[in-house]
């Protein structure tokens, strides 16, 4: 038989309710007000085990001092005597109860928690060495948490800051630039390995590469040349490729770009790379015509104007059919900042594999939010972000980054290390510096002899004919310089430039103008 309760009416009515469902109302109303009095995560015993078995051995501070802090510590008095601990150990001397009561004599940073017995209670808590490590890991991971906590608290203080002027992207960029921080600080997975195990992955490689067609380490870049010299492109580096406005920068790097994804495609995910284009200047439209342009030899510019016959544009579609198939991903959103960038790689390695990250270009990335430190640093600030990126996901970022005009100063006008713009920086974070130089635009800007070389003069001829033997053997032509390569050698490759179609190809086997470029102008 069900019990029912008499409830007081709001009508005159009687009114009755089972008591099970009375009962299931209480407890509902419980838990509600539990759990609007939720604790911070932490864990009280681990933290008190740990510091005991530090203060056993004091040896267990190697473990776990690279990334355990004192504030890490949910009890403030734990984390006081961990930095007192640490500083001891540090400086090569014993840290136990006894020296720790001696330490802390006189002072009041104890006495709320029990003073010298305390500390006695603490080397009593410590259960074995063995798990100490594991309780400095899970005493970190609560301490994250809680900065999570804090972290997401601000996030929805600020959105509801109706005095607040910041746009809302701004607000998401600062809170991406916060979360990476929190991310990073203190991880406690790296380390060191010993040699053998590296030794492995060295001779792993080794195999990978002698099975490949072309013998290739990392991935290929579709061109032959520019292959052997880097061996393709290695997990975790870093390439700069860099050149002055009109020499062919993106065209380069979108080649490379849709090479690696056709790769890809081809090979069902065993050779290539899945791409993700940072396209800063250019739109994914754009980008895409550029890219179909290429392989479909139609140039990008009557694409655009739609000055093509019907048998140029039905070849166009039957190719942009195998083409929407490559595993190729633009995001051409404008000014990211390298935070923004960095999780929108996050998440495509997550949901695609992403094995190839392109940047275009490294100037048009925006500087974080908040005060300014100069271009210098903030460039620097993007290069030092685009090299742990690399590390992090393992793959290959290229960045196109601009060149100073003192490249044009010289004769010939040949990049070097020193016209990169505004940081040395990016010198020194690139595992690979490559430089873009095609000696025909330079030879066409000038115009003929007759208009630059002054007064004809009896040598006017030999001076006009080598010029015109300089533009034979410049057209078509450009050089990528590689002025810095940490694992290997430095030096020019040749490939062929059809600038109509902005495509560029290994230069044929056969060609005559395979000579130093330096001579060209000279």
């Known amino acids: 038989m069900t019990e029912f309760r008499d409830i007081p009416p709001d009508d005159g009515y009687p009114n009755v309710i089972p008591m099970d469902e009375a009962r299931s109302d209480v407890m509902a109303m419980e838990l509600s007000e539990r759990q609007s009095y939720r604790q911070l995560p932490h864990n009280i015993e681990a933290e008190k085990a740990f510091l005991g078995a530090l203060m056993s051995n004091n040896r267990v501070l190697e473990t776990v001092g690279e990334y355990l802090r004192p504030e890490h510590f949910a009890v403030p008095e734990h984390g006081t005597i961990y930095g007192s601990m640490q500083s001891e150990i540090d400086n090569g001397r014993l840290s136990d109860p006894v020296t720790l009561a001696g330490m802390f004599k006189g002072r009041d940073d104890l006495r709320g928690i029990g003073g010298d017995e305390y500390l006695a209670e603490l080397a009593c808590s410590a259960v074995t060495i063995i798990n100490a490590k594991q309780y400095g890991k899970i005493i970190h991971d609560l301490y994250m948490k809680r900065e999570l906590i804090a972290l997401g608290t601000d996030m929805v203080n600020d959105a509801y800051d109706a005095d607040s002027e910041a746009p809302a992207t701004a607000q998401i960029e600062k809170s991406e630039q916060q979360l990476y921080d929190l991310a990073t600080q203190g991880d406690h997975e790296g380390g060191f390995q010993d040699f053998r195990s590296a030794l492995m992955q060295s001779v792993a490689m080794m195999e990978h590469a002698c099975k490949r067609d072309g013998a290739l380490a990392g991935i290929s870049t579709g061109m032959v040349d520019l292959d052997k010299k880097l061996g393709g492109l290695h997990n975790s580096d870093l390439l700069i490729l860099a050149g002055r406005p009109s020499m062919g920068k993106t065209a380069l790097v979108t080649n490379i770009a849709y090479n690696a994804a056709y790769s890809y495609h081809k090979s069902g995910g065993e050779e290539g790379a899945v791409v993700g284009f940072f396209s ?243």
């Open 280 to 522: 800063l200047e250019m739109s994914a439209e754009q980008l895409a015509t550029r890219i179909l342009s290429q392989q479909v030899e139609i140039s990008s510019n009557k694409m655009r104007n739609g000055d093509i016959t019907r048998d140029e544009f039905h070849k166009a579609v039957q190719n942009s059919q195998e083409l929407y198939r490559l595993p190729l991903f633009i995001d051409d959103t404008p000014a990211l900042t390298i935070s923004a960038l960095r999780t929108r790689a996050r998440r495509l390695k997550r949901q695609h594999n992403l094995s190839l990250i392109v940047v275009d270009y490294l100037q048009l990335i925006s500087p974080p939010p908040g005060k300014s430190d100069g271009r210098v640093n903030e460039v620097s600030a993007m290069t030092r972000g685009l090299k742990t990126l690399a590390k992090e996901l393992n793959v290959p970022v290229i960045a196109l980054s601009q060149l100073s005009r003192a490249v044009e100063s010289r004769n010939p006008p040949r990049p070097q290390l020193s016209d990169l713009r505004e940081s040395g920086s990016i010198e020194q974070d690139a595992d690979v510096a490559m430089f873009i130089y095609r000696p025909e635009y330079y030879l066409e800007r000038d115009g003929e002899p007759q208009q630059n070389f002054g007064e004809k003069g009896p040598d006017f001829g030999a001076r006009y004919a080598q010029w015109i033997d300089d533009v034979e053997r410049a057209k078509n032509v450009a050089d990528v310089i590689i002025a810095k390569q940490r694992h290997g050698a430095i030096g020019d490759v040749r490939l062929a430039f059809i600038g109509e179609f902005t495509h560029f190809s290994d230069l044929a086997r056969n060609d005559t103008s395979n000579t130093p470029q330096e001579d060209y102008g000279q």
